[in-house]
C-alpha cells in the first residue's frame, strides 16, 4: 500500500497485445477498480471519469484502459463487430486484473469491476470467471443481460445502478436480479436517463458506486 497519491500511464499486457491505459491510488486505498466502458466509447469516457474521481476521493483506486487495441478500435468504428463481443471484453478484464496482480505496485490490492451499458455485461463475465478474486462490482445504466448464463456464477456482490427513464435497461436489470445469486442490490435514479445526463443524476451513481466498493473493500 502507498502513502501518497500515485498516478501513471500503463500499458497492460495481455497476451501478445498491449492496451493503454491510466492507474491512479489514493493514499489509503485497499482495492483498485477496473473500469469497462461501454461500447464506442474508450478510457476518456467523461462520464466513467467522473465517477472515478469520486471513487479516488473515497478511498478506492481506479483502472480506466482500452478494452480494444488501436487497430480493434480502428475496425470496430466501421463494422462494430468488437463493441458486442462480451465475450472478448470479459477477456480483457480478466487479463487486465491478472496483469495488475503481478505487478508489485498493484499486487496487494483488492480487485472490483465497474461496468458501463456493454461494458457491464463484461464485468459480470469476467468477475464470475474469477469467482472470489473479485470482491465488488457495479454495472451504471449496464446490460447485465449479456452476460447471459455466467449471472447466477458471480459470486461477487453486484450493485446495478438504472435511471428511471431508462426503461428498457431497467427491465433487463429486474430481470438480470432474479439470476444473480450473489448478494446483490438494484438502485433506481429517479428522473434519469441511459447517460445520467441530468443535474445531479452522475453524482448519485458516483456517490452509490463509491459506498459500496469501499463497503466491501473493509470485508477483504
Known amino acids: ?3 501518497e497519491a500515485f498516478k501513471e500511464e ?3 499486457i495481455i497476451g501478445d497485445i498491449s492496451l493503454p491505459g491510466t492507474l491512479e491510488i489514493p ?3 485497499r482495492g483498485i477498480v ?4 461501454g461500447s464506442g466509447s474508450s478510457r476518456f469516457s ?3 471519469q467522473f465517477v472515478a474521481k469520486t471513487l479516488r476521493e473515497k478511498g478506492s483506486a481506479t483502472l480506466l484502459f482500452d478494452l480494444l487495441t488501436s487497430d480493434e478500435e480502428a475496425e470496430d468504428e466501421f463494422s462494430g463487430i468488437y463493441r458486442f ?3 472478448l471484453l470479459a477477456r480483457r478484464l480478466v487479463g487486465a486484473a491478472h496483469w495488475l496482480r503481478s505487478q508489485k505496485v498493484t499486487k496487494g490490492y483488492a480487485i472490483g469491476f465497474f461496468g458501463s451499458s456493454t461494458g457491464g455485461g463484461a464485468a459480470l463475465v469476467a468477475a464470475a470467471e474469477l469467482g472470489e478474486k473479485v470482491k ?3 454495472s451504471r445504466g449496464g446490460r447485465p443481460d449479456l452476460a447471459g448464463e455466467f449471472l447466477p456464477k458471480v459470486k461477487a456482490p453486484t450493485l446495478l445502478i438504472v435511471g428511471s427513464l431508462d426503461e428498457f435497461v431497467l427491465r433487463l436489470n429486474e430481470q438480470a436480479m432474479d439470476s444473480l445469486r450473489c448478494e446483490k442490490e438494484l438502485i433506481v435514479i429517479p428522473g434519469a436517463s441511459h447517460l445520467f445526463e441530468e443535474p445531479g443524476t452522475l453524482d448519485r451513481v458516483a456517490t452509490f458506486a463509491a459506498d459500496w466498493f469501499s463497503a466491501h ?3 477483504t
Open 46 to 48: 467523461p462520464r466513467n
Open 217 to 219: 473493500w473493509s470485508k
Open 34 to 37: 477496473l473500469f469497462a466502458h
Open 10 to 12: 500503463v500499458n497492460i
Open 27 to 29: 493514499p489509503g486505498a
Open 136 to 138: 465488488a462490482v457495479v
Open 85 to 87: 463481443d462480451i465475450g
Open 1 to 3: 500500500m502507498i502513502n
